[in-house]
């Protein structure tokens, strides 16, 4: 059986303001009903998978446990990185992971935030593939191209492997991205595919050949690896921090498969987007007769070619064409489609301004539910938070804010000090300055409230925890 190994990591900002730092476009529902991460899980059906072994940052760890077991997929199942140290590491942390319980499985090496629209084609890609993984091969799947992309790097095929005309080779070179008029020469040649990302190849065999070129990692990985941090929540596997710290920074590309002598790529014709920019989403989205590809309350009149995406507020468009108009809760994006590769300008801006729009969004997503920031004011806040059933707030006391909760529904267990008491639909309770507390929802139904904070100084570091339950801190 093959083991899906799904690269969830990366902060997707060529797509803010729905991608952000803390809530990127892998967990985002951006082409199908469910998240980017959720349809690569689910694209997998009707082949002889695993469950899948996804890798992600350790700040989005709620986020894809909690994605996982919405589709049923979560099973200790996911590998947390400490920090970011490129594709070449992480799959060899998956690759080590996987060796644990004696097995030697095929692992495919899928991104989380790909939209591919054939799965039959996928699928097929993946069957023709495989023997050629068993037999040690390392295979990289070459995307059949529809033009000169100039955003994409390149796989240039060598020597025919297969005698059925399916399209199999050697891979005789990896090219970085090229300028329009190299583009347009590969495309012309016949021998060129877009350079997708996506591998398989035998445990084993991808551990012996990064061993063989870049050691260091290899090192670095089995020593994260072998020597795990505890997991108190029991969804994660985490590895050792300092250990991994020291891992250098590679990709895949470069550590292993451009010095290879074992690598091969196979054709895929599905469908693939990498969904890079609003105008690759505007690409893949159906549109109406004006060629609008629109999600949410929009009104338009004599607009044509535009993306448009709005949260909550109705969004009217008149007399415009080929713009991307983005509306969230606390930010709006308007640029020209043309342009779109320049909202890097704008992330740049947020960042060296210490904006907090680069980084999270005004609903921000927690392991016991969410928090939506109603109203931010310097001594006040009122936020609109949902815990769901079972969840529950860390035991803390504040030093300089008071609370007051106002249930709007469901049930809440409040602890106050040595009480502890239910409140419930049109009910509150007030907890003073410096008093231990906590709130937790032993019901069915989420439980939701208005938290109104109020006091001299109302920072995130003035809660103090005194028992997390889910090793936060």
């Given at each position: 059986m093959l083991l899906p190994i799904i690269m969830a990591g990366g902060t997707g900002?060529?797509?803010?303001?729905?991608?952000?730092?803390?809530?990127?476009k892998q967990f985002l529902r951006l082409h199908g009903t469910l998240s980017m991460l959720q349809e690569t899980v689910i694209r997998l059906g009707g082949l002889d998978v695993h469950e899948p072994l996804v890798i992600c940052n350790e700040e989005h760890r709620f986020l894809a446990a909690e994605q996982l077991r919405q589709i049923d997929q979560l099973s200790h199942n996911i590998i947390l990185e400490p920090f970011g140290r490129n594709t070449a590491p992480a799959i060899a942390l998956a690759a080590l992971s996987s060796l644990a319980n004696g097995d030697d499985p095929v692992l495919l090496v899928l991104a989380a935030d790909h939209v591919i629209?054939?799965?039959?084609?996928?699928h097929r890609a993946i069957t023709l593939a495989l023997p050629y993984a068993t037999a040690g091969k390392l295979v990289t799947f070459g995307i059949v191209p529809t033009g000169p992309e100039t955003g994409y790097g390149y796989i240039q095929r060598g020597e025919t492997l297969d005698t059925g005309g399916a399209g199999v080779h050697k891979v005789y070179r990896f090219v970085e991205k090229p300028d329009a008029a190299t583009a347009k020469g590969y495309i012309s040649s016949g021998e060129y595919y877009w350079n997708s990302g996506m591998f398989m190849f035998q445990a084993t065999e991808y551990l012996k050949e990064l061993g063989k070129f870049r050691p260091d990692i290899l090192a670095a990985c089995e020593k994260a690896i072998e020597t795990p941090e505890p997991d108190v929540e029991q969804d994660f596997i985490r590895v050792q921090k300092a250990a991994f710290l020291a891992c250098p920074d590679e990709?895949?590309?470069?550590?292993?498969?451009?010095?290879?002598?074992?690598a091969i790529v196979v054709p895929l014709d599905a469908g693939w987007n990498d969904v890079g920019s609003w105008s690759a989403l505007w690409e893949v989205n159906q549109k109406d007769e004006n060629h609008n590809a629109l999600t949410g309350d929009i009104f338009l009149h004599n607009a044509s070619n535009c993306y448009i995406n709005t949260d909550e507020k109705l969004v009217a468009a008149v007399g415009v064409d080929n713009l991307v108009i983005v509306n969230t809760k606390d930010a709006v994006l308007v640029i020209d489609k043309s342009q779109v590769q320049d909202v890097k300008k704008v992330v740049e801006y947020l960042k060296n301004n210490t904006r907090s729009e680069f980084r999270r969004h005004r609903e921000s997503y927690r392991p016991w539910g969410r928090c939506d920031v109603v109203v931010n004011e310097?001594?006040?806040?009122?936020?609109?938070?949902?815990?769901?059933?079972?969840?529950?707030?860390?035991?803390?006391?504040?030093?300089?804010?008071?609370?007051?909760?106002?249930?709007?529904?469901?049930t809440g267990r409040v602890t106050l000090e040595d009480k502890s008491y239910l409140i419930t639909e049109n009910q509150s309770t007030f907890i003073p300055i410096g008093l231990v507390h906590m709130l937790e929802n032993p019901g069915k139904i989420p439980l939701e409230l208005l938290e109104i904070q109020s006091g001299s100084y109302l920072g995130e570091d003035d809660i103090i925890r005194i028992k997390d339950h889910y090793g936060l801190f």
């Open positions: 900002s060529r797509l803010w303001p729905l991608s952000r730092e803390l809530y990127p629209e054939d799965t039959p084609a996928f990709s895949v590309d470069y550590a292993v498969m451009e010095k290879t002598d074992e310097a001594r006040f806040n009122v936020n609109r938070i949902t815990v769901k059933p079972g969840g529950m707030f860390s035991l803390q006391i504040h030093h300089h804010r008071a609370e007051h909760w106002v249930v709007l529904s469901g």
